[in-house]
């Protein structure tokens, strides 16, 4: 026996998107027998609960659609906190074998007794391990339909290979991991039956759990239909709609969903048209402004980025200046860009170290010129040229601060300059690139979005105002036949708009925008900064190594005069009073070695540090990369806004199908008024795909 599609309208008949909510929600909850499941405006009734009581591990419910009589046996998927939760564990493991678990064996005989009692059983459906159980009964009773979400495999030797399982249909989350990963490994063809992929979830791995049940329950089970994006309070705070029967598209005038091909055709008449207004003035629109409201949120993101601005470009800086200032442990970069900074407290404090040294010189140099006169004629006296060596270092010195101020220079325009560049990236036509761009092109989504629904509601308005008027033409034909009246004029229906959408050229890169705007501002920040700073960085280290020499020359020439020698034959005096002159012009040289080697240690402390800085100076660069790629875009609200983005898509896509099946059923008829219809219909669906590219460009990294 085979399944017969009922093309006929009955909004009471259980829809594939009722049996989803079943699967991937309730059956989860564990319903008492007799009690009632709201389901989409329909009530089912627990006929029978079989929870916790198969030591396979099978656990299922059969319901009954109150209105339509109909019964449907639904299978839990994995349920490792059950009573029999290991048997579930190891029942997933053993779909991956060849042979037939015995939970899948008690599924089917849970049919056979549920057949027994209430007789046939229209319909199976489950979640994942119950999508499996689900597809096992499908294959084994041809009469019974499955209908499953994101259903695990069947083991190899369950399903026969090329087989089409026509009773088979399963609904695939776009981002669920199981069957993503059953394709990756070969095994999508395990799962019998046709696939039909829906738009549902989040592609998150905050989504892995309920991206694959579909629905999310909270801690005590109860039922959450969206998940929250976003901390409260700040902008772009909103949640996302998750429920996977939401995203089951099917006829608004049949219930039948709209994958694998055309529908079956519709009788348009007053009703159905009527019910094509309504759809397009409840659900249609509902959809649209849900998406819009995604959108919305998107928008307030990138406001509120732009408005801190500021505050962005300032922490790059501090950054920055904080890296730099620690490249050098002795804090010689600290302050750099202000003149009580280190680096100019130590140039400083070497003119004063100059001042002691010459003083202290100039003392040794009169010491050594005024010996005692009776040692006149036994020394031979020694002076330093003090001049021609504190004036060669003083040049020196005087030439190392001012390119130190070009060195500061340099970093004060790479601070208020070229860290700003980092946000441009080369081009010129916005102060702030990622940002920027992704103003401009919502501009054109929010705009176009606008174009969209205006149209969707003026679309909705004439069909509803063909319907009235192809019911007052009806009547006033049949009075005018049975009275012999003439025709009544109908009243006047709205005129088309032509909507026209413009293309944005932004964001052609989709989401690499902000990555490949990254990688381009850092190498041109690398290299712009690099290429000025390095070179003066190497031409301070050539400014200290001239002082460091003449500081040594000036060692050398004091350690030259500290000892003085007698000649000839002096008298007991004499040699008394060298004794004491020559401690004395010893205690000078010390006075004056001292703060010269001081001075030689700090300069020498100076080239280390200048040598650190161009050795470490690409890696304070690299480190900058996570505080820039924050700066260009908060990374959190760049997610939020992909993963908004790909909610409002998804919405679309459905749209778009459901569209696709409103333009066949408004073509080729005979009456104008329809024929208009259809092409109104028409350019709804092809505006909807401008926007859906739009809007998947900032779904799409």
């Not at 064996?105 to 159980?133: C, H, P, Q």
């Not at 859906?692 to 779904?699: D, N, P």
Request: charged share 20%; glycine share 8%.
């Amino acid at each position: 026996m085979t399944v017969e599609i009922n093309t006929e309208i009955n909004s009471n008949n259980t829809t594939d998107a009722d049996l989803v909510e079943l699967a991937g929600l309730h059956v989860y909850l564990e319903p008492k027998y007799e009690s009632s499941i709201e389901v989409n405006g329909k009530t089912f009734k627990v006929m029978n609960d079989n929870f916790n009581k198969e030591k396979s591990g099978m656990d299922a419910m059969t319901v009954q659609n109150v209105a339509s009589g109909e019964y449907h046996v639904v299978y839990m998927g994995t349920n490792a906190h059950g009573k029999y939760g290991m048997a579930d564990l190891i029942t997933d493991i053993q779909l991956l074998t060849e042979a037939t678990p015995q939970q899948l064996k008690d599924a089917d005989r849970y049919l056979a007794d549920m057949e027994k009692e209430f007789g046939e059983i229209t319909s199976v459906g489950g979640n994942s391990l119950g999508g499996a159980l689900a597809n096992y009964v499908g294959v084994q009773n041809s009469h019974v339909r499955s209908v499953t979400l994101n259903p695990a495999m069947l083991p190899a030797g369950a399903v026969e290979a090329g087989k089409e399982y026509h009773n088979i249909t399963n609904y695939i989350s776009e981002y669920d991991v199981l069957n993503l990963s059953q394709r990756a490994i070969g095994m999508g063809d395990q799962v019998p039956g046709v696939q039909h992929t829906i738009y549902n979830g989040i592609p998150s791995k905050d989504g892995f759990g309920f991206n694959h049940t579909g629905y999310i329950r909270d801690e005590n089970g109860k039922h959450v239909p969206y998940v929250t994006i976003g901390t409260e309070g700040e902008p772009g705070y909103g949640v996302i709609n998750v429920d996977a029967h939401s995203h089951v598209v099917s006829s608004i005038w049949t219930g039948h969903p709209l994958y694998g091909g055309r529908s079956e055709r519709i009788d348009l008449n007053v009703d159905t048209i009527r019910m094509l207004s309504d759809a397009i003035d409840t659900s249609v629109l509902e959809r649209l402004d849900l998406a819009q409201t995604y959108i919305g949120h998107s928008v307030d993101i990138i406001a509120h980025e732009s408005d801190s601005y500021n505050d962005r470009l300032n922490t790059i800086r501090e950054v920055y200046q904080g890296s730099l200032e620690s490249i050098v442990e002795d804090g010689l970069f600290t302050g750099i860009r202000f003149a009580n900074g280190v680096f100019k407290q130590i140039l400083q404090g070497l003119h004063l170290l100059l001042n002691t040294i010459e003083t202290a010189c100039s003392s040794l140099n009169s010491a050594l010129a005024s010996p005692p006169m009776v040692l006149m004629d036994f020394i031979i006296k020694k002076t330093i040229d003090v001049d021609a060596i504190f004036a060669e270092l003083r040049n020196h010195l005087y030439n190392l601060e001012e390119t130190v101020d070009e060195f500061i220079l340099a970093v004060e325009d790479t601070l208020l300059n070229k860290i700003e560049d980092v946000f441009k990236a080369g081009q010129e036509k916005f102060h702030d690139a990622v940002v920027g761009e992704l103003e401009s092109h919502f501009q054109y989504v929010q705009q176009n979005y606008q174009h969209m629904t205006t149209q969707v509601d003026e679309f909705g308005t004439q069909v509803d105002q063909v319907a009235v008027a192809f019911e007052k033409i009806d009547k006033s034909v049949a009075s005018a036949i049975s009275h012999h009246s003439g025709v009544t004029d109908v009243d006047t229906i709205q005129s088309s708009t032509d909507f026209e959408m413009e293309d944005s050229p932004y964001l052609l890169n989709y989401m690499k925008l902000k990555s490949l705007h990254l990688d381009k501002s850092m190498e041109e920040f690398k290299l712009g900064t690099a290429s000025v700073l390095i070179p003066i960085a190497l031409n301070l280290i050539s400014k200290v190594a001239l002082i460091e020499t003449s500081g040594k020359v000036a060692v050398g020439l004091v350690n030259g005069v500290k000892n003085v020698h007698l000649y000839g034959s002096p008298g007991g005096l004499a040699l008394s009073l060298f004794t004491d002159y020559d401690d004395k012009v010893k205690e000078k040289v010390d006075l004056a070695l001292k703060p010269l080697e001081e001075m030689n240690e700090t300069v020498e402390g100076v080239r280390r540090g200048l040598q650190k800085f161009i050795t470490h100076y690409p890696f304070i660069v690299d480190n900058l990369r996570p505080y820039i790629d924050s700066a260009l875009f908060n990374n959190s609200g760049y997610y939020n806004i992909h993963i908004y983005n790909s909610a409002a898509t998804s919405i679309l896509k459905d749209m778009q199908l459901l569209f696709d099946d409103i333009v066949y059923q408004l073509s080729d008829h005979e009456a104008d008024a329809i024929t208009v219809l259809h092409d109104v219909s028409s350019s709804v669906k092809t505006n909807m795909g401008i926007l859906k590219e739009q809007i998947e460009r900032a779904a799409t990294w």
